[in-house]
């Protein structure tokens, strides 16, 4: 190869490191406004995650349909029960978040969230037998002592149900990497389409079907198509062109812009041990991120 398409090929690489660094940036600060926008919806938490639901349901398989032209059926038959298991963890998760939101902070809901990749180590080592190395250990264990924190506050408070949601949501979210990491096969969209099918179906017992007002008509149909549907595309796009650790370290943005916007917005404040263990878990996450960076920019050089 000579020395000018060595350059171009490089140029070009750079520009798609780019592009998705920009791309799971722009999920984290899409997803980050899933907290204001469950709190600026007015009607109870099962009738919001149903239209929620319904609403990323149909944008998503709209979105599927335009990305397998002819093979929309194939796609879903191809995810198979493996994709049957992701779209219920999803869905685990995504209803645990709503329903949690009535019981506690959105702060105490996202530093819990953030735990989910430790969580996940965790589980992977006893389910698969994965090898977990030693700075993992070390980081799973500060993450769990700050969600232990951010639970002292909620149990001194009275709120432990809303931590237990939370916690329900953060091993929903480990439950999809698991499975994910068992399957390396699974597209993501196709069983993120599936969950939302399945968190309709679950809320739709207790859910209120008149249509809803104006202002919360609006800012469902922003829930679901935006902040949920539109995020997905923005990460899926992205998370393919860069690194797993550079993802995971943007993706720590949501977990930080969510709580700011709640308080900025409806000056809805942490407690102190919110903040002290919300600190501890994305210190964790931080630390143990940048040393996985550190190791994926670390290149053997080989002979020319």
């Known amino acids: 190869m000579s020395s000018l398409d060595h350059t171009i090929s490089a140029s070009s690489a750079a520009a798609l490191h780019r592009r998705g660094l920009l791309l799971v940036a722009g999920a984290a600060i899409v997803w980050s406004s899933g907290g204001l926008l469950a709190r600026m919806i007015e009607t109870d938490p099962w009738t919001k995650l149903f239209w929620r639901s319904l609403f990323a349901f149909v944008f998503l398989l709209a979105y599927a349909w335009f990305k397998n ?174 690194p797993a650790a550079e993802a995971g370290l943007m993706s720590i943005l949501e977990a930080i812009l969510s709580p700011l916007w709640v308080w900025l917005a409806l000056t809805e404040t942490p407690s102190a041990d919110t903040l002290l263990g919300g600190a501890i878990v994305l210190g964790a996450i931080v630390v143990h991120t940048l040393i996985d960076w550190r190791a994926e920019r670390t290149v053997v050089p080989t002979p020319d």
């Open 69 to 242: 032209r002819g093979r929309l059926v194939a796609t879903f038959r191809e995810l198979g029960w493996p994709g049957v298991m992701l779209g219920l963890c999803f869905a685990t998760a995504s209803t645990a978040f709503i329903v949690g939101l009535n019981y506690t902070t959105v702060a105490n809901i996202m530093f819990v969230q953030a735990g989910a990749p430790f969580i996940a180590g965790l589980l992977g080592w006893l389910i698969m037998k994965e090898r977990v190395r030693l700075r993992s250990w070390v980081a799973m264990g500060a993450a769990l002592a700050g969600i232990g924190v951010i639970s002292r506050g909620s149990l001194e408070a009275g709120n432990a149900i809303g931590d237990l949601l939370a916690i329900t949501c953060a091993l929903g979210f480990a439950g999809a990497i698991v499975t994910t990491r068992r399957h390396k096969h699974l597209r993501m969209a196709p069983a993120t389409c599936l969950a939302t099918l399945f968190t309709a179906l679950f809320s739709l017992p207790f859910a209120h079907l008149a249509a809803p007002d104006t202002s919360d008509f609006f800012y469902l149909v922003l829930f679901g198509v935006g902040q949920m549907g539109i995020g997905l595309i923005l990460f899926t796009g992205g998370v393919r062109l860069v």
